[in-house]
Structure formats: C-alpha cells, structure tokens
C-alpha cells in the first residue's frame, strides 16, 4: 500500500498507478479514501468504461460489507459520477451480484430495489430485463418474471441471456407443476453460460 502512496505521489497523473492504488485502497476497506482518488482521476480524462468500473468495485466492496443494508445514499454517491449508460451497467451488476448468493439468500430485498430501478433507466435493454426477471423469479412472484423473460428467447438475444431466461422459465413453470414445459425451458440452458451454482437451481426445483 505504501508503494503505491509513494508512486502515485510521485506520479499523479499515472490513470494506471492511481487504478492499483484504488483497488489496494479498497481490498483493506479504505472506502471514503478509494472514493477520493477515484473522483480526483475523473478529472484527468478517465474513460467511462474505466469510470464504470472503478466505481462498480467501489460500490461492490461496500456491499460485501453492508449487504442487504447497504443504504440508497451509498448507491446514489456511486451513480451521480456515472453517466445514464454507466448508472444502468452499474445497478444491473449490482443486482447481479445480489441475486447470484445462495438460494434463500436475505441479499434478495436489496437485488429486488437495484433491478427495479435499472429497468425503470432502461427498459427496453434485453440484459436489464433478464436480471430482473431473475430476481423476480427469486421472489416467486412468477407472472411478472414470465411477463418479462418470455421475449428474451428469441434468436436474437444474446446467448447468455436465453439460457438465464430459460433457466428461470424452467423453475417457474415447475412451481405452477407444468412438468412439460419445465423439462423444455431446462433443456435450453446452453453449458458455460450459466455458473454451475446458478444451474443448481434447476435441482432444487426437481428438474
């Protein structure tokens, strides 16, 4: 941590140098100092991607730590630097990062308001639309999951998105004892796609 104080004191205009300090910052929970380097490179000309990025792992180091507490004030320090683009990239993935803990998780409450508020930015992104209608899935409420994975079969979404919306479609239409349409919805869950943690769920739904 000192070596890199040392090297981006000595070259503060180094975007790389200040990157590794931040990430050094936040592995020891250092957030408020993290965040004031981050807004100090803003101004050097940081590209978006690397802004998003940056600010994601801020914000995800904060939910390691809070959880499902983690404060709106928090998440709204974190998307007022970002712009519409990089706020909905920013909740999608914190909202992914929420759903994806084990099943029965208490993270749910918090992916519920994240994925809620990305679709409200985006509605019409197909990866926005899969995440909350995982999440929804997740909750049980099932009519608004199918409501909005349903259209994300279709060719033309992405791959990753169609075995998401699959996986969920299988473990929906199992809830309501449709066995049939469970065990096609399971089969279009393409390997490599989906973690093996998440393809578990088709397990736990007796599929």
Known sequence: MEEWNRLTRKHPESLRLSEGLIVSLLAERRWEEAQAEIIRIQGL?????TRVSLWM???ASSLDTAGENLDDATVAEALRHLSLRGQVQAL?????????????????????RLSERALALAPQLATVRGTRGAVLAELGRDVEAE????PLLDSSSPGV???YSALYLAIVAARRGDGAAAAEFAKAVRGGEV???IRDRLLAAGL
Not at 147 to 150: D, F, P, S
């Open 92 to 112: 999608d993935l914190a909202a992914c990062r929420c759903f994806m803990r084990p099943v029965g998780s208490q993270w749910l409450g918090l992916a519920d």
């Open 195 to 197: 973690p093996d943690d």
């Open 57 to 59: 792992q801020w914000l």
């Open 147 to 150: 409501q909005l994975l349903r």
């Open 45 to 49: 000309g940081l590209r978006e991607g």
């Open 161 to 163: 998105n169609r075995s």
